[in-house]
């Protein structure tokens, strides 16, 4: 009898159309899903599935419960239920990586974090839930997301690239100047999780909370993105001497969506951080990753598949 692999290796190659509107995809799911996990939080919805993998002991979907409104149950439990939707898209980029021929293995082993990535988080989002929403692991469970937000983007660029080292867009120091904000990046992204356990939305009243102070936290996170802005100031010098319109056209984005997030976050900061500012400040978390991850990409370019 033939195997499975045996037959996957005959499957015709999708198409670079295809390949790449799954790769986006991926990027959009990822995103999304932790704009969900936000929604979880901020309506006290963290809890209302009191268990994990099942909603609550005996059921694996939401049922009556003394405790929790259906309403509540049933945003958890859709945001479990999204969770199989990101495994499926994921799987689908898999798949499109295994069938290309020749095989990359940069485009093969991104694609194959994807479905490993998701099994991850869902284990990670059950220990979340087992440990009673402890401010740390929700926040290792957005950081994970924002790693596979990223991973994803570059997975997208991997589509039309070859194996091989890349040929970095500009001067060396260009590129220094982007590693440097991508670790800025990095902090930005843990103080905002810092903030967000030190803040009231909790996904559960009865969820302790970061024992340190919101404001400096939140000044903290602040400080963090007037270093992020000023590394774009300087990547922005740089490319006026590369001259690449490519270049640009991404750094303009990044410009764009990290000015946006700005604003949103010192006015959802100054509003007293209302529900629906808090969760697009989330989602506004993953486009400037995404916009960033992107211009990272375009600055390190690899030689080109060529198709047929």
């Not at 932790?34 to 994990?52: N, P």
């Not at 021929?101 to 839930?129: E, H, K, N, S, W």
């Not at 774009?232 to 997030?261: C, I």
Request: net charge positive; proline share 6%.
């Amino acid at each position: 009898m033939t195997s499975l692999k045996a037959r996957l290796e005959t499957v015709r190659p999708l198409t670079r159309r295809a390949q790449l509107s799954i790769a986006w995809a991926v990027v959009a799911t990822q995103s999304l899903i932790a704009f969900t996990g936000s929604v979880v939080r901020v309506t006290g919805s963290g809890l209302a599935c009191t268990t994990w993998p099942e909603c609550h002991p005996g059921s694996m979907v939401p049922t009556e419960h003394p405790e929790y409104a259906a309403l509540n149950q049933w945003i958890e439990y859709g945001n479990r239920l999204f969770t199989g939707v990101v495994g499926l898209i994921a799987l689908a980029a898999f798949f499109a990586a295994f069938v290309e021929r020749p095989r990359r293995d940069r485009y093969f082993t991104l694609a194959m974090a994807m479905p490993i990535g998701v099994a991850v988080q869902a284990v990670l989002g059950g220990m979340t839930v087992r440990l009673d929403l402890l401010w740390w692991t929700v926040a290792v469970h957005l950081l994970v997301s924002a790693l596979m937000v990223w991973l994803a983007v570059l997975l997208v660029y991997s589509v039309d690239e070859q194996d091989g080292p890349p040929l970095p867009v500009g001067p060396p120091a260009l590129g220094r100047v982007l590693a440097a904000m991508t670790a800025v990046l990095v902090g930005l992204l843990v103080a905002g999780t810092m903030v967000t356990g030190a803040g009231p939305h909790a996904g559960d009243a009865k969820t302790p909370r970061l024992d340190l102070p919101v404001d400096v936290l939140a000044h903290v996170h602040a400080a963090f993105l007037y270093g992020f802005l000023a590394l774009l100031v300087a990547v922005g010098a740089f490319l006026v001497k590369v001259r690449s319109t490519r270049l640009w056209k991404h750094y303009a984005a990044v410009v764009v969506v990290v000015l946006a997030q700005g604003v949103l976050g010192f006015t959802q900061f100054f509003l007293g951080v209302p529900e629906l500012l808090v969760a697009l400040h989330v989602l506004g978390a993953m486009a400037v990753i995404t916009v960033t991850a992107a211009l990272w990409a375009a600055a390190h370019p690899r030689p080109r598949v060529e198709r047929g």
